[in-house]
């Protein structure tokens, strides 16, 4: 069982075209993911946009492509392959596997991924862990970030803003209802895998 003292704390700063994410654990000490992130108008073009040391032996560069990477099994719904998938409101898509030389109007998330973490023995192969499960949840979202342009295409401010106040209350309340369930089963039980589910929702690090 998942101890009740163990909770994942989330802080953003979002000033376009920067945002700032940060992570921290209330069960791990010295524990930290820190997600700097800035919007181009580019195909990823640019080089070192965040200013990242170049000099750190542990930086790694990726490019994620949206269309030719391909998304873990259980993450793959049929809905969100863009190879696909037509937009009934704007005409865009299918895209083919060149789509990035003709995109036009285009955009790049550069993100610089930090993840520091003290914990002797297990360090090396949780942050490996942490990248490897970022990497996954950054191309599912921006595939779903096209696959979903019929339901945010057109929209204003205002409804951006209040699409956002609604996100935070059904999050919220998904939340309440995990921990009230947790207060009422003592016993854990393992389940057969099962078909990704063609609903729109929040993703799974699993």
Not at 80 to 106: I, M
Not at 200 to 204: A, Q
């Given at each position: 069982?998942?101890p009740?003292?163990?909770?994942?704390?989330?802080?953003?700063?979002?000033?376009y075209?920067?945002?700032?994410?940060?992570?921290?654990?209330?069960?791990?000490?010295?524990?930290?993911?820190n997600?700097?992130?800035?919007?181009?108008?580019?195909?990823?073009t640019?080089?070192?946009?965040?200013?990242?040391?170049?000099?750190?032996?542990?930086?790694?560069?990726?490019?994620?492509?949206?269309?030719?990477d391909?998304?873990?099994?259980?993450?793959?719904?049929?809905a969100?392959?863009?190879?696909?998938?037509?937009?009934?409101?704007?005409?865009?898509?299918?895209?083919?596997?060149?789509?990035?030389?003709?995109?036009?109007?285009?955009m790049?998330?550069?993100?610089?991924?930090?993840?520091?973490?003290?914990?002797w023995?297990?360090?090396?192969?949780?942050?490996?862990?942490?990248?490897?499960?970022?990497?996954?949840?950054?191309?599912?979202?921006?595939?779903?970030?096209?696959?979903?342009?019929?339901?945010?295409?057109?929209?204003?401010?205002n409804?951006?803003?209040?699409?956002?106040?609604?996100?935070?209350?059904?999050?919220?309340?998904?939340?309440?209802?995990?921990?009230?369930?947790?207060?009422?089963?003592?016993?854990?039980?393992?389940?057969?895998?099962?078909?990704?589910?063609?609903k729109?929702?929040?993703?799974?690090w699993?």
């Open positions: 069982l998942v009740k003292i163990f909770y994942i704390t989330e802080r953003a700063w979002n000033y075209p920067y945002t700032i994410t940060e992570y921290t654990c209330s069960f791990v000490p010295n524990f930290t993911i997600i700097q992130t800035k919007y181009l108008n580019d195909k990823g640019m080089q070192n946009c965040l200013g990242v040391s170049e000099n750190d032996d542990d930086r790694v560069v990726e490019f994620i492509d949206i269309v030719n391909q998304v873990a099994e259980h993450h793959y719904k049929k969100e392959d863009l190879t696909e998938f037509k937009s009934s409101v704007t005409g865009r898509g299918p895209l083919p596997s060149n789509w990035l030389e003709d995109a036009n109007p285009v790049c998330s550069y993100k610089s991924v930090q993840v520091k973490l003290d914990l023995a297990f360090q090396s192969r949780i942050e490996e862990f942490i990248h490897k499960s970022i990497r996954e949840i950054l191309l599912v979202g921006h595939r779903q970030a096209f696959a979903w342009i019929d339901d945010w295409y057109g929209m204003t401010i409804d951006v803003r209040e699409y956002e106040r609604k996100m935070q209350e059904e999050t919220n309340a998904k939340l309440l209802n995990e921990i009230e369930s947790s207060k009422t089963s003592s016993d854990t039980t393992d389940s057969a895998p099962t078909t990704p589910s063609t729109k929702g929040w993703f799974s699993s």
